[in-house]
């Protein structure tokens, strides 16, 4: 399973990008049912959840919750993370994730990422 991640740049508070994560290595079906999602990780801080997707619901970090979007589509075998209303905040590398299997939920989030993206840096300036 590879995945390659696109899209991040440096914007100005209040804006807004997209992230696009290419996933190889799933079939069709595989690709809907699998869990994915996004993280990020500034500098000096942990890594952190900000957004998954699953067959059958979807989950944000409440810091990102009503500004973010995470989507797919099937078609494109591509995970996206629309990003509105950025913040300096924001500001981080951001890494696309899947586990080759339903989502594994312990302690109210998700601990089954497998497989990485290379990470692609967002700067939000104020």
């Known amino acids: 399973v590879q995945l390659v991640e696109s899209g991040g740049g440096s914007v100005q508070a209040g804006g807004s990008l997209r992230l696009s994560c290419v996933i190889s290595?799933?079939?069709?079906?595989?690709?809907?049912?699998?869990?994915m999602g996004w993280f990020r990780q500034a500098p000096g801080k942990e890594r952190e959840l900000v957004a998954r997707a699953s067959a059958l619901d979807t989950g944000y970090a409440d810091s990102v919750k009503g500004r973010f979007t995470i989507s797919r589509d099937t078609a494109k075998n591509t995970l996206y993370l629309q990003m509105n209303t950025l913040k300096p905040e924001d500001t981080a590398v951001y890494y696309c994730a899947t586990e080759s299997d339903y989502c594994t939920i312990t302690g109210g989030t998700w601990r089954g990422a497998r497989y990485w993206g290379q990470g692609t840096q967002v700067t939000v300036s104020s």
């Open positions: 290595g799933y079939t069709y079906s595989q690709f809907m049912q699998y869990c």
